[in-house]
């Protein structure tokens, strides 16, 4: 009998920083394109695990609930129609930092039209907590008291 596949998308991060869960919108244009190139980078970089957009728009129950548990959703989107944020938004999940790559000074235009410098703009505002919409508490602890992981200029460290 064939094993079935499991999804690994929602698991955590280390014990040391939060918690995070990343849903790129994943769209067709290279903006959304981007947000999916700038989500596995950041998976890999040990921000935050990538997460399946369209998983949570058929409402997965695991899915959702491991959004709700985690200390920061960050939802990327490449474009003002905010696809990614609406379908958090269907299932109840309310983002602790929304990335729009249009507003980071991208172009949207053709499935292929980006560069690693625009994959590294999108990941560098997701770390310097540029779509955060509340501090991100780890612990109890708020932005300057150590140990928060939180990207708000502090490099890590505050």
Known sequence: MAQQPTCTCS????????????FPCAGQANTGQLTNLAAI???????????CVALLAIGAEGLRANAKKAD?????DGC???C?????????IIPGQHIIVTELGIVKAGSRDYTDADIEIVV????????????????????GQGGCG????????C
């Open 150 to 157: 939180c990207g708000d200029s502090c490099g890590g460290s």
């Open 41 to 51: 980078q950041l998976t890999e970089e040990g921000y935050g695990n990538i997460a």
């Open 11 to 22: 698991s955590t991060t280390g014990p040391a920083g939060p918690i995070r869960i990343i």
């Open 80 to 82: 003002p129609m905010l």
């Open 124 to 143: 560098s505002a997701a770390w310097e907590g540029s779509g955060r919409t509340e501090k991100l508490e780890r612990n109890g602890k708020k932005p």
């Open 84 to 92: 990614a944020k609406k379908i958090a938004a269907e299932q109840g």
């Open 72 to 76: 920061e959703v960050v939802i990327l």
